[in-house]
């Protein structure tokens, strides 16, 4: 699978000399993939809360430093998912604003810009 920051190429052709040679840029989609991470994560760290509670909960079983570690691991649980979860709704939102609002392409031979 191609990485979405190289020149890739696709199968479109270019509507101001009609070369095939075509980049996405999906500076919409890498942007909102950032910013979707950040919020999201700054948004884990309210569920980190929850999370290190429960897990300090849990690990009451294993006494006093079971308790530590289990809210500890929830707390680190907490972030990580809020941060994949804004990241995944971020890129998505950013892809539709790269088919829909942005010029997404660039022609390679002229540097022509241009969506679908």
Known sequence: M????SNQRVSLQCPNCQSGHIEIRNYGKRAGRTVGT???AAAGVTGMMGGAEMGATAGLIGGPAGAAFGG????IIGGIVGAAAG???GSNLGEVVDENVL??????????TFNK
Do not use: I, Q
């Not at 191609?2 to 920051?5: F, G, I, M, S």
């Not at 500890?72 to 707390?75: D, I, N, R, S």
């Not at 010029?103 to 022509?112: G, S, V």
């Open 87 to 89: 990241g995944s709704v």
């Open 38 to 40: 950040v919020a999201g």
């Open 72 to 75: 500890l691991l929830g707390a």
């Open 103 to 112: 010029d997404n392409y660039r022609c390679l031979a002229c540097n022509h």
């Open 2 to 5: 191609p990485n979405e920051n």
